[in-house]
Structure formats: structure tokens, C-alpha cells
């Protein structure tokens, strides 16, 4: 028996009416709260991020649609031991309040990496090296199911040749936390490669706190290897690094520049906001999770630059003094601490170019040397008095009363008085000339002096111009360099790009070495026209050219430029007005009077 219901239109209007009042009340999955655990490795980690930092990356970069939250009971740690942090997982994987999970250790991170399967999106944001984990990679994704992570894919294996380069070890010790140690088993085959690689001894030390990583380091150790010790606070890891340096041991940190600015020597990461940068983009992978995204499908390179920092204040405590080349493009940090630099505007360049030049006293004391010439000349123009007293005596026996007195006393004055000597006037005249010739000859070498100076002063800014924007190209290059890098890595691109921004890479590098040897042969060069023989270093400030050179941006000289038909009157005056005040003129018709006045006394003669 077959039975028919006939649905009545009022019915139908009542369905449908209650399935939209259902899906108005119900919110999309992109706008709902998405609840979060979060593992650390250990209470107290020195992470580098954490859950509050998680949250407050999420309100910036979500909209109003979506909330990310981790609920206290949401956030675990392992208690720095594996099966807790093990026990933990499980527990955040079965909670039915989370929706996504979170590890910010590295080794709850490595741990969920190789768990073959996962109840739900599972997100790994701190990883070491992925090559060395041995994490799942395939086409820049990590194409397991519910599994994704985030790494700048910076390898163990670059930076150990890179530090063995720079400082040449025999003897490395890797400080590495134990539970490292403990899930990262190939840490081990790795350090026996890379001894064949470099040639070197590499011991892996196990670091629980300071005292163990300054204890009983291996006998022979001239570098340390410094890898993420969570467990360190920073005052241990700035005591760590002091220690160190003390020691006279080069250091090299894994994690980046965080740990060079904290007195570590070395590193290869110089990503300042890290931190910032890695919570966002945890943030923005959650939030493609939510929205539908399987976190297979989720790229896993963050980029980051990969350049060499240095704490040269840490190189100075050592004896340690890296390479030009490593020099050219890499951040040094505290390079000016314990430098003295003394800034010098152009006006102090040209006070102290004229104020300690032997050729301007030389020439103004031959300018002195002509007036004196002058008025020794003029001398023979002038009345003269002669006066002269003489006194004889003989013994008595020769003595005759009536021609030789035995005491004669004589004195006499002779005055003269020149009507005309046309050789006298010629001499002073001639010597007039000379002297104004010798007096425009010193204010020549004294112009000549301050246009060097000002020249010098200019060039060395044009030349720290040029090595500012060779720099700037550098920096350009390089985050070209690294976006092909993560692209290779990630298998987004071929070596071919990589390798032709290496070659790019090189040559900007070449033309800061360049713009840096023209800066230094400028920086010579001023020196020796201002006789700098300070230790101190000149620093140019490059806002004093405003001060000297203020009257040629004045509203009052621009009226004269701003038309050529003023411009040319402009010009003309001040031609004239240099001809009329050059030295070199003044000093020629000097002299051209001089030897007129001479070849007319000869004439007469």
C-alpha cells in the first residue's frame, strides 16, 4: 500500500522561512571564535613567542569576523620531559574545546612533526632546521594532513660553514639543551658529518642552566655553537655570552640577531622583528584554517634575511677582527661603542685647514719679509744723521806738546738730505710692487687652501652619498637574493634564479667595496688638508653646507638666477667682481709694475 502526502504551500513557506531564520542565527565559520592550544617545552622557556603574543598578533591582523582566544586550560607544557610533552599533545588533540593547536617549542614542535596522524589542524611555529628534523616537505607545503609549520629554512649546515669560515675553529662545541638532544636524534650523524665537512672536532655538549654551559667544555674548544637554550634566561644568556668573551672563545647563536645584540659574536639572521613577524604569521595561518584551508596546503617558508651580524664589541673583547669582504654588507652591532668620533661641519673644516697650514705661514712670512724690504728701501728716501766720536792716547814718551797731544778726544756729525736719486725711488717703488705681489701670493695660497678643503669636504660627502645608495642596492639584492632562496627551497622556482641573483648579489658587493675604498681615499684626503692628527675619527655632518653656502638658496640671490636675461647680467657682474679680487692678477700686475719700474730706472741710468 502506497501511501502520498501532499505538502500544503503554507507548509513549504514555514520550512523555508525557519531554515533561514536557522542559518541567521547560526554564524559562518569565518566568523566565529576560533579557540586555540598552545604547548611550550618547558614553564619557564625563553620562546620566541607565546600565547598572550599569539592573541594580541590576531587582533591585529584579523577583522571583525573572527576572535582568536587560548583559554587557560589551553595552555600546556611538557615540563621539559618528552612523554609529557607527548601526554600533553594528546590531550590538546582530544580536547573538543580547541580547534587548533599551537607549539611554540621546539621540541613539542619536532614531536608533532612526526606523528603520523592528527585529530585536528596542528600548527608547528618553532623548527630549527626542517632538513635535520627530517619534517615532511613537499612542493613548499608540508602535505600531511592536519600538519603544517613555519621555518626561514636557515640550516645548520650554512651557518656551521659559515662560522668555520669567518674564525677558522679546530675545536667546536655545540651547546644544546638535553631534551634536544634527547628527540633530536640526528643531531648526533649530523655533527659527525659536518666534522668531515670542516675538517674540525665538533662535540655536542649538553646545557641544562649556565653553570652547564660553561662547565667542563671539552679540552680544546676555541668556538662555541650556541643553539636554542630555552631554558636560559636572558640575564643567563648575557652572562653566558660575557663568559665567553672572557674566555676568548668566538660564538655563534643559531637563533638570529636577538642573541648577538644579547653579546653573542656571530650570526646569520638579522631579522629584527622575528618575534612579531612569526605570531602574525601563525595568526594568518589559523585564520586559513578557519576558513576552510587544510593546513596541508599551507605554505611553510617564512622568509628572512639571511646576512652575517657581528657584536663588535664582542670581536673586541676576543681579538677577534673579521674579514673586509664579511664586513661590507653585514650588521654590525655597538661598532661605534668605545670609538671616539669627532663631527666636523665645513666651516671647522676650513678653520682648521688655515688654521695649522704650513704653506699659508710660510707664504705670509714672506709677505712679511717683503714689507720689511719695503721699508728698508724706503730708508734711503729719508734724512739721515751720522755722528761719530773718537779718542786716542799714547805714553808720555812719545808725547810732544806741540804736535802729538798724549790725549786726543774727536767727534763729529754729518747730516744729508737727498734732493732726488731716481735708483732710490726706483728700489722703493720696485719693492712696493714686490711686496703687494708677495701679500696677494699668501691670500692666494690662503684661497686656494679653503677651496681645497671645501672641495675635499664636498667629495667625501658626494662619496658616503654613492656608498649609502651602493648600500641600499646591497640591502635591495639581498631580499631578492632571499626571496629566491625560500623559493627554491620550498620548490616554488629553479637554481637558476637563485644563482643569477647571487651573481647580482656579488657585484652590488663589488661596487660597495668600490664606493667604500673612494670614501676612505676622500676621508685621507680631508685629513691632510686640515692636518687632522687626532686618534678620533671624523664624522661629516652633512647639515653644515646649508650654513656656509646659505645666501645661494635666499629668496634674494634666486632673483637673479630665475630668467637667463638675469642670469647673464648675473654672470657678468660676477666675472667682473672676480677679476677685480683674484690674487692671481693682483700678483701678475704687481709684478709687471716691478720690472716696468725697473727697465725705466735702467733707461735713465
Known sequence: MACMFRASPWGSIAWTLGFTLLLSITPPLSAREVRVGVLIDGPSAREGIDANALEHAAAAVYGDGLTLTVAPQSRLNGNWSAPALNAALDRLEADPQVDVVVTLGFAASHLVAHRPRLAKPTIAASVMDPVLQTFPLNGGTSGRHNFTYVTTFNRVDDQVGTFHRISGFSHLAVLADPLALQVVEAMQNKATELQAVTGAAIVLHSTHDLTDALANLPPGTDAVYVTPLTRLSSDDLHALADQLAQRKLPSFSLLGRSEVAQGILLATSSDTERTQRLARRVALDIQRIVEGDDASSIEVSLPSEERLVVNMHTARLIGFSPHWDDLTDAVQLASEEGQGQRPISLLQALNAAIGKNPTLYAAQLGADVAADQTRIARSALLPSLAADVSHTQIDAGHANPLLLAQRTTEAGATAQMPIYSDSAWAGWSVARQLSTAATEQARQELLDTLQQTATAYFGLLRAKSVTGVRRQNVENTRQNLETARAREAVGLSTRSDYLRWVAQMA???????????????????????????????????????????????????????????????????????????????????????????????????
Open 507 to 605: 657585484s652590488a658587493r663589488q661596487d660597495v667595496l668600490a664606493a667604500e675604498a673612494n670614501d676612505r681615499q676622500a676621508t685621507v684626503q680631508l685629513s691632510q688638508l686640515i692636518h687632522d692628527d687626532s686618534p678620533q675619527s671624523l664624522v661629516i655632518v652633512e647639515a653644515g653646507i646649508d650654513e656656509p653656502l646659505k645666501w645661494i638658496a635666499s629668496s634674494r640671490t634666486q632673483r637673479y638666477l630665475d630668467t637667463p636675461a638675469k642670469w647673464t647680467v648675473f654672470r657678468d657682474f660676477i666675472l667682473g667682481q672676480a677679476h677685480e679680487s683674484s690674487p692671481e692678477v693682483k700678483r701678475v700686475d704687481a709684478l709687471l709694475a716691478g720690472q716696468q719700474r725697473e727697465v725705466t730706472s735702467a733707461r735713465r741710468a
